[in-house]
């Protein structure tokens, strides 16, 4: 299976070689046609979690945020493709194959992309240490950015326990996450055809599961501690689906967060300040900017 996935990749990049290197997303649709905004420069981007292989992706949203934003150095912080999904049943859009375009071209254009693998993306690992498609593949590395701070970057799987110990656990765990986010789909289905912005059940419910957020911080705190063994300033990974910048001992803690729930991205500036883009707020007050509405009515809505 995970063969296949690949082997769409791999048509994608050649029918990309084929043109004229120029990203096209599919034409959209009438209720998502909208005006390419102005681009933002970063110097380092860093995604995970993207999960392309499932329905619960938010390909179009992801689509538009490499759109709009670009940068010298992109982090693919692990889980870009479900695996674990498409072993079992085979689910591929034609949003997600803009999003493979869209970072084929961005990689055309000079964009530096590393691609770390995760747990779901983990066939990926057996390509480490090579350059695929002109993206570079790490089991990790250190990203040092312009203040000259230095981050260990990594998906942080190893520090799951119940990955390490117990995998089939983890799997019941994903079919159950992955009922939760079908229902979340189709919740934001109904918001988007009440002209309501984006909002995740998903996520609402783990932060309202007292286990949830105690898993989570007990998560953080664990790398944070790996981390203080290393000559580092902070370290940066995703994995847990919770977006996150927060000072724990000496460690910098930062976690990209996803694109299934929250639609977020960290991202470094010119001068290596870095923050946490919650894009699906940003893609909203934008649309509303542009309508001569006030974006704070209905962004703010949306949880962080």
């Keep these: 299976m995970t063969d296949a996935a690949w082997s769409t990749i791999c048509n994608l990049r050649q029918s990309h070689a084929a043109s004229d290197g120029d990203f096209e997303a599919p034409p959209p649709t ?7 905004r102005t681009s933002r420069y970063h110097r380092t981007i860093f995604l995970s979690d993207v999960h392309l292989g499932t329905r619960g992706c938010k390909a179009e949203l992801l ?16 889980d870009m ?7 079992h049943h085979w689910f591929w859009s034609e949003a997600q194959s803009a999003v ?3 970072l084929l071209a961005k ?36 990203h040092e950015t312009a203040a000259g701070k230095r981050y260990l970057v990594l998906h942080g799987d190893k520090f799951d326990g119940v990955i390490a110990c117990a995998k089939w656990l983890a ?24 002209g309501l912005p984006y909002w995740s059940l998903s996520a609402f419910l783990k932060n309202k ?21 290393l000559d580092v300033d902070g370290i940066i990974c995703g994995h847990i689906h919770q977006a996150e910048m927060r ?15 929250s639609c977020t991205a960290l991202v470094e500036d010119a001068l290596g300040n870095l923050e946490i883009l919650h894009w699906a707020t940003f893609f909203i007050a934008s649309d509303l900017a542009r309508a001569g509405e006030q974006p704070a009515q209905k962004a703010a809505l949306i949880p962080a």
């Design 100 to 102: 493979v375009r869209a």
């Design 247 to 261: 000072q724990i001992g000496k460690i910098l803690y930062l976690n990209d967060g996803d694109w299934v729930e």
């Design 171 to 194: 799997r019941v765990g994903d079919t159950a996450y992955s009922l939760a986010l079908a229902l979340n789909d189709r919740l934001y289905d109904l918001r988007k055809a009440l």
């Design 30 to 36: 009438a209720s998502h046609a909208k005006p390419k």
């Design 107 to 142: 990689a055309d254009a000079g964009t530096r992309i590393i691609y770390i693998p995760g747990n779901h993306d983990e066939f990926m690992r057996a390509y480490i240490g090579r350059t695929v498609a002109g993206i570079e593949v790490a089991a990790d590395t250190i």
């Design 81 to 87: 493709i479900d695996g674990w999904q498409l072993k």
């Design 63 to 78: 689509t538009d945020f490499l759109a709009n934003n670009d940068c010298d150095t992109l982090y693919i912080v692990g």
């Design 209 to 229: 599961v007292k286990k949830a957020v105690e898993y989570v911080s007990s998560y953080e705190e664990t790398v944070a501690r790996a981390a203080t063994t």
